[in-house]
């Protein structure tokens, strides 16, 4: 189980439906455990909340404990998304779940060489998209440990370290 009393989750997906029905199981799945959950739309609003600037004597945000990641986003897709994740240094083991409509072999494939930690397609029937979620906060909230929210180096001491992260 999870050691933060309240697991977040960055939540990656443009659909508002589906993003109004993950929140909804999530919420319904374990009404005892609080997740917090935030949600970006797009690729290029990870991208912003990656490249967001450090600023001097200001704490450094509370980052995620999961990425649950659409692949298929307007714009840049969530490949791009897990190849930034990766690559940041106070992200790049924060877990990442895929939760996509692709059930492409190369998708897959592609995901998990890149450093993806699950997989799992979206179903358009609601009960087998509702089960999965719930496998999902089986899964990431009660039998596994998810690491600590990445803090390293709160504040920054000098002004001249107000740089972007990617």
């Not at 949600?39 to 200001?58: I, Y």
């Not at 840049?76 to 692709?102: C, D, W, Y």
């Not at 897959?108 to 060489?113: A, T, V």
Request: hydrophobic share 40%; glycine share 2%; aromatic share 6%.
């Amino acid at each position: 189980m999870s050691e933060s009393p309240h697991p977040s989750f960055l939540i990656v997906e443009d659909s508002d439906e589906d993003y109004a029905a993950l929140e909804r199981i999530v919420r319904r799945a374990r009404p005892e455990i609080t997740v917090k959950m935030q949600r970006c739309a797009s690729a290029e609003q990870v991208l912003a909340l990656l490249n967001a600037p450090l600023l001097p004597q200001k704490p450094l945000p509370e980052l995620p404990a999961l990425i649950v990641l659409d692949l298929n986003l307007p714009g840049l897709n969530g490949k791009e998304v897990l190849r930034a994740v990766r690559q940041h240094p106070r992200m790049k083991r924060t877990p990442v779940v895929i939760f996509s409509t692709s059930s492409s072999p190369h998708d897959i494939e592609w995901c998990y060489e890149h450093g993806a930690n699950s997989y799992h397609v979206k179903q358009t029937d609601y009960a087998a998209f509702k089960r999965a979620v719930e496998l999902l906060v089986d899964y990431w909230v009660e039998a596994v440990r998810l690491p600590s929210p990445v803090r390293t180096g709160t504040v920054l001491e000098k002004p001249d370290e107000a740089v972007s992260l990617v």
